[in-house]
């Protein structure tokens, strides 16, 4: 009677796939770090309504501005932080390949490295990564989207829409990449332009009300998209 030979690599696939049944530290401290943001936004309502009440309203608007220039900057971070997470796992065969993984581009020294230090090529491809993407944002909601199709076979885009609004946090007729759009516009403005429009000398109108929306909706992108990206490494895959 034969005996049933697996390969090496066989066997550790399977490993593998016995060990991603949980959410890792590395995937933890990335939300919790990104949560840990909009708390930080979060508590700064306080301080609004303390303005507010005292009738300094360029200073509470000012910090309403703030805000949205820094939840932008924390769904940057997450981004870029997930993505080299995803991207190792994919490596590792830890999430399932797409065809933008394939398509990917990486430099010769990543390559030259890897033939002569092959114990330590994840730490050379972690730093690739980072140093590839370092010069890019990850706001633009068709760049976020690029990325997405790199690191997961689903449409997370669509699928965070929905939640979205079965959550009731956009309203059924809003497409979320416009939003996104919008917020991101928004975040340009501040940042480049002190929230002024070309060819005028006041500051657009910025309301509690209309930042507590973007914050909203931004957060619970994230956690949308997290939640997918968790749930694909539960899955078989080949």
């Given amino acids: 009677m034969k005996k049933n030979r697996t390969s090496l690599y066989n066997r550790e696939t399977t490993k593998r796939r016995k060990n991603v049944h949980y959410i890792d530290k590395e995937a933890k401290d990335i939300i919790l770090g990104f949560r840990k943001n909009i708390t930080r936004i979060k508590e700064q309502y306080k301080i609004i309504d303390y303005l507010m009440n005292k009738q300094e309203y360029e200073a509470a608007n000012d910090i309403l501005r703030f805000q949205i220039v820094y939840v932008m900057s924390a769904l940057d971070f997450f981004l870029h932080e997930i993505y080299v997470y995803c991207f190792i796992k994919i490596f590792n065969n830890e999430l399932p390949k797409t065809d933008r993984y394939y398509e990917y581009r990486v430099p010769l020294r990543l390559i030259e490295q890897a033939l002569y230090d092959q114990e330590n090529f994840e730490m ?15 706001m633009a909601p068709n760049r976020i989207k690029e990325l997405l199709n790199i690191i997961t076979p689903e449409d997370e885009f669509t699928i965070a829409e929905e939640m979205l609004k079965k959550k009731g946090i956009i309203k059924p007729g809003v497409r979320l990449i416009r ?3 919008e917020i991101y516009d928004r975040r340009n403005k501040i940042a480049h332009q002190t929230d002024i429009n070309h060819g005028c000398d006041e500051k657009n109108i910025i309301t509690k009300q209309e930042v507590e929306y973007y914050v909203d909706v931004i957060h619970n992108f994230v956690e949308e998209v997290f939640k997918i990206i968790i749930q694909q490494t539960r899955k078989d895959f080949k």
């Avoid at 050379?124 to 990850?138: K, P, R, V």
């Fill in 179 to 181: 939003l996104l759009d």
């Fill in 124 to 138: 050379y491809l972690t730093n690739a990564l980072i140093e590839l993407n370092s010069n890019l944002t990850f």
